[in-house]
């Protein structure tokens, strides 16, 4: 699947210094920018939920522990 992206000249110039330095294509850069943003993403909404659920079922231990 092709996708065009349009750029602006700090864009141009990071992409075009990235991939010189990692010694890979500009496309490779932006293939690895977006799907790091994702793992990110999604990281954070399980952490987040995990942590809801560790409070709904320990909160009131926690609680006890904080107030001795």
């Known amino acids: 699947m092709a996708l065009t992206v349009r750029t602006d000249p700090a864009l141009e110039e990071a992409l075009s210094a990235l991939s010189e330095v990692e010694g890979t ?4 850069i932006i293939r690895r920018a977006v799907l790091d943003r994702y793992e990110r993403t999604g990281h954070g909404s399980r952490v987040a ?3 809801k659920k560790m409070v709904d079922r320990w909160g009131d231990v926690l609680e006890r522990l ?3």
């Open 66 to 68: 904080g107030s001795e």
């Open 25 to 28: 294509s500009r496309q490779e």
């Open 49 to 51: 939920e995990s942590t």
